[in-house]
Structures are given as C-alpha cells and as structure tokens.
C-alpha cells in the first residue's frame, strides 16, 4: 500500500509532482535584463583568476616543478640512475640538481643539457634526442572536433608536453577565445592584439594592398585600409609568441575578444572576394618563419567549425580529433568529418572554377595523417561501444584508448597538467598508470609524426636526386 502525507497525498511520488506555482514564484528573483549578465561575468572572471592561480608561486607566476633522478632515468633519459649519477660526478660542469646526493631534482632545463651530453658521449645505439630531419619545416598539429567536452585542451595541452619532456621545442596556439589552453599555460593575454586575430587581420590586409595595386594600375579606386588593417600590418607573428614556465614550450594566447574574428573574417571576405581567407593562419606560420624555429606547432581549436578552426584545419599537416566512447560523441564526430568534407570541398570547387578560367594551377587540401582518440574511456563499461567506433572509422582511429584517470582532475583543480604535479603527492603505482595514459597516447602520436617526417624526407631526397639527373 502506499504511503500517504497527513493531508492524504503521496509521499512516495517523484519531486516533480506537487510543486506548488506560488512557493515557487516566490523563490524567483526579479526579471534579468541585460546588465545582469555583466555582473555575473565579472564575477566569474575574479573566480576564473583566483582558480586558475592555484597552480601559480607565492609571487603570482607559474613554475615548472623539478624532477627526480628516478624520474629522469625512467621518462627521459634511457640512463641507469647509478650510471646517472657517475657521469654527474666525473663532469661537475653539468648542472648537479638541487638537494642532497641521495635524492637530487633537476630542472627541465638542466635535463635539457644533460640530454645533449649524453648525444655526444653515451652510447651510440641509444636515442638520447628526439629525431626529426634537418631541413624540413615544423609539423602543425590541430586538435579539433566541434563537439564540447571531449578533451580537445588537455589532449593538445599534454601532447604538447609530451613533445617538450621528449626534447623538441614546441609553440601552442589557442585558438579557442574561452582560453582554457592559454591558462593551463600560464599565459597572460590582455586583449585580442595579443591573440591569433591580429595575424587574420594581416593577411587580409595585405590581401588588400594587393588588391589595390591591380586597381591603381587599372585606373580602378582602391579600398580604404581601417585603423585596425593598418596596426595589423605592424604586427609580426613573433610580436605575439610569449614564453611559458616550460623552457621550450611557447604560446600564442587567447582570450574572449579572439571570438570577434569569427565576426570580422566574414565582413572582410565580403568586400574582397578574392582572399582567400582559410591560408590566413598558415601564410602566417610559413612568412613568419616560425616553421623554422620550432619542431612541432600544437594548435587547440574553438568547438565549433568557424573561420579559426577553418584555419587550424588549412594550416594542420596533422589533424587528430578526441572523442569520447559514446553514440553522441561518435555521430557528432561523423558529422564533424562531413561538415571537413564540405567545407573544403566546397572552397577547392569555388577556387579551381576560377583557377581553370585563368589557366591556373588547381588547388587541393592535403593532410599528412588524420587520426581520431577515444577519451576519457572507461573500459569496463565502454568496450563495445570503442570497438564499434574502431570498426567504422578504421584507419582514422588511434590503437590506444586514452584510459579516463583520477589524476587529470586532481591536476585540472590546479590548473596544470598531470606532467606538472610531483608524483610524491600520489601513491607511486597510482601515478604510474595515470601518467601511463599520455606517454601512450604520446607514443602513437609521435610515430605518426616522425613517419610524416620520414616521408617528406625521402621525397625530397628524391627531387633533388631528380634535379641532379636533368642538370
């Protein structure tokens, strides 16, 4: 029988039953205009800052922890500690690490110099340094799926410091304005100008300029260039790249004003059609000579397929999108990879229609390598559902499953990633298995990248082999 109230309604029903409209009218605050929102922004923006200050020093700047020496010998140099310490001994110019002989810490820094010394004494069948060609340009990799939450930031974030403790200077661009890349980074960014939007701006500019030489020689009147096209064109992608607490992790930062570019892009390619607007970013990346001075560029891009993420995915030599172990994630990816399809698409159509007429060259996007992640898996409940995923996108899809850990939020809370937090705080075995989660992702990645690599190698060693036989 069921139960009954005093005044003989159920007691045992839903909390959506009975709700009474005056107490609830009651409960309301007055109606929300407009100037509410700011209010509530401000607010989050003092939280957003105090919280992401948590991983932050006394003196208000982020720092890179030290490593151990079993650290050393066990993630990032293929030493014995005993060796280790023999060579710290027989060479005091190198850095010693701080604290007493038995348990000594050493900067990334100093990792970084000891690294080089083992290239050029250890021994020879061992890789002390990461290999990539000489002569061959940065590798851009996008991280992208315009589905929210499937772990975009902190696949790109970790990657990207995957790379640095691997040895390869790495550059990281946000492109997404909720900065959450730029934070875990420690970046600080004040406005748009010190974001990716000024090198959008740039490119339109000269796309302009250009443009009004051809009309000046033909008599035509030329387009005014604005305050903003003008300050643009003084602007040098190096202008914009800041330096993190990783030695060899640079950042090009984002914050909310970065969105605008999603607005302006559109106006410009209205009053000049024939810019192409998705080369912006990689004009950039190429003219800047960027390319040169760095081994990998990660970009982290917005959640939606918009003009930035256009240029993230124009700009990428490789694409990897995250996605979780379930229906929703998987359909929405699907259709992440049709909107790619038609969007490109549509833009080689429209371009090679004019390029044919004027007896041009015909374009076409390419990509390297293109693979999608399963994050945050849970393999005792999602198992089935991964594989299904795996069946139908094959090739696309990466082996390894990015196991979910307990440590990435513990991290997260500080607004770090699990390669910044010291492993005394955790049982050693617990944080094993949780760093064990992105070397393997690291692992896979990497092989794609020095395989690309690889191949550019050989089919420039063969143009030049084929250069050397006609001349």
């Known amino acids: 029988m069921a139960s009954k109230s005093g005044n003989g309604s159920r007691t045992d029903l839903p ?32 939280g957003r800052d105090d919280l992401a200050r948590r991983g932050y020093a006394p003196d208000g700047k982020k720092r890179l922890r030290k490593f151990s020496i079993w650290e050393i010998c066990k993630y990032l140099i293929p030493v014995a500690p005993a060796h280790l310490r023999r060579v710290l001994k027989a060479n005091p110019e190198l850095p010693q690490g701080d604290g007493d002989s038995g348990s000594k810490w050493f900067t990334l820094e100093d990792i970084l110099i000891l690294r080089e010394h083992f290239a050029e004494e250890g021994a020879q069948n061992r890789q002390y340094k990461p290999w990539r060609p000489e002569g061959l340009p940065a590798k851009v990799v996008a991280v992208a799926n315009f589905k929210g939450g499937v772990g975009k930031t902190t696949t790109a974030a970790h990657l990207a410091m995957s790379a640095a403790l691997d040895g390869y200077k790495v550059l990281v661009i946000d492109l997404d304005s909720q900065g959450s890349m730029t934070s875990v980074m420690g970046g600080q960014v004040a406005d748009e100008w010190q974001t990716a939007f000024p090198l959008l701006a740039r490119d339109y500019a000269t796309a302009l300029q250009a443009e009004n030489r051809i ?21 040098s992608p190096r202008n914009l790249i800041q330096k993190t607490h990783w030695p060899n992790i640079d950042l090009i930062g984002a914050q909310l004003n970065l969105y605008w570019a999603e607005f302006q892009v559109p106006v410009w ?21 960027i390319l040169d001075d760095y081994d990998l560029v990660f970009l982290d891009t917005p959640p939606a397929l918009g003009y930035l993420t256009i240029n993230a995915l124009a700009a990428a030599d490789i694409l990897l999108v995250p996605l979780g172990a379930s229906f929703l994630e998987f359909d929405s990816t699907g259709r992440f990879f049709d909107m790619i399809y038609s969007t490109f698409a549509s833009i080689e159509d429209g371009e090679n229609r004019q390029r044919r007429a004027d007896g041009l060259p015909e374009i076409g996007f390419e990509w390297d390598a293109v693979r999608a992640i399963v994050t945050r898996f849970d393999a005792a409940q999602q198992t089935d559902l991964a594989n299904v ?49 992105f070397d393997r ?31």
């Open 15 to 46: 909390p959506y039953f009975n709700i009474d409209p005056e107490e609830a009218a009651e409960k309301l605050s007055a109606s929300i205009d407009t100037a509410r929102f700011a209010r509530a922004a401000a607010f989050a923006s003092r």
């Open 215 to 235: 009309r000046e020689a033909g008599g035509q009147p030329t387009y005014a260039l604005d305050e903003t096209l003008k300050e643009a064109l003084e602007v």
């Open 269 to 289: 390619r209205m009053q000049l059609r024939s810019w192409p607007l998705w080369d912006a970013l990689s004009n950039a990346l190429s003219d800047g000579g």
């Open 389 to 437: 995923v795996q069946a139908y996108f094959g090739d696309f899809m990466t082996t390894y499953r990015q196991e979910v850990t307990a440590m990435v939020g513990q991290a997260g809370e500080q607004v770090s990633g699990i390669y910044e937090i010291d492993y005394r705080d955790f049982n050693r075995d617990t944080y094993i298995r949780g760093r064990e989660t």
């Open 441 to 471: 992702t690291w692992a896979e990645v990497k092989e794609v990248i020095l395989g690309t690599w690889w191949r550019d190698m050989k089919l420039n060693e063969a143009e030049l082999a084929g250069q050397s036989e006609e001349g």
